[in-house]
């Protein structure tokens, strides 16, 4: 499976955005995604994942009830959309898609975007 984000950019404090990506060569409907960010000088970390039908979605404590992960089946395509952003937000978003059922961790996803930059100024 190849994965491609896009959507990144320059943002200030309190904008938006939404991140996509795109799947190819597998069947996306069977995998879970997930997204994560790493910003310089730390550890990526988990932002968001959604199970393979969409039914279940899960987030990471500094982001929930402003980020919303949600997936489209026909596009092949799961999405970021990133509310009410704030300067610790400013990092290398991946997506990645895993089989595994646990989504949290980096280590249970099988494949890997190549990055999109989100810079978010004051």
């Known amino acids: 499976v190849q994965l491609q984000a896009s959507g990144g950019g320059s943002v200030q404090t309190g904008g938006s955005l939404r991140l996509s990506c795109a799947a190819s060569?597998?069947?996306?409907?069977?995998?879970?995604m997930g997204w994560f960010r790493q910003a310089p000088g730390k550890e990526r970390e988990f932002v968001a994942a959604i199970t393979w039908s969409g039914g279940s979605t899960y987030y990471a404590e500094s982001v929930k009830g402003r980020f919303t992960i949600s997936r489209d089946n026909a596009k092949n395509t799961v999405y970021l959309q990133m509310n009410s952003l704030k300067r610790e937000d400013t990092a290398v978003y991946y997506c990645?898609?895993?089989?595994?059922?646990?989504?949290?961790?980096?280590?249970?996803?099988?494949?890997w975007g190549q990055g999109t930059q989100v810079t978010v100024s004051s």
């Open positions: 990645a898609a895993a089989i595994s059922r646990v989504l949290t961790v980096k280590w249970a996803y099988d494949y």
């Open positions: 060569g597998g069947t996306f409907s069977s995998y879970n």
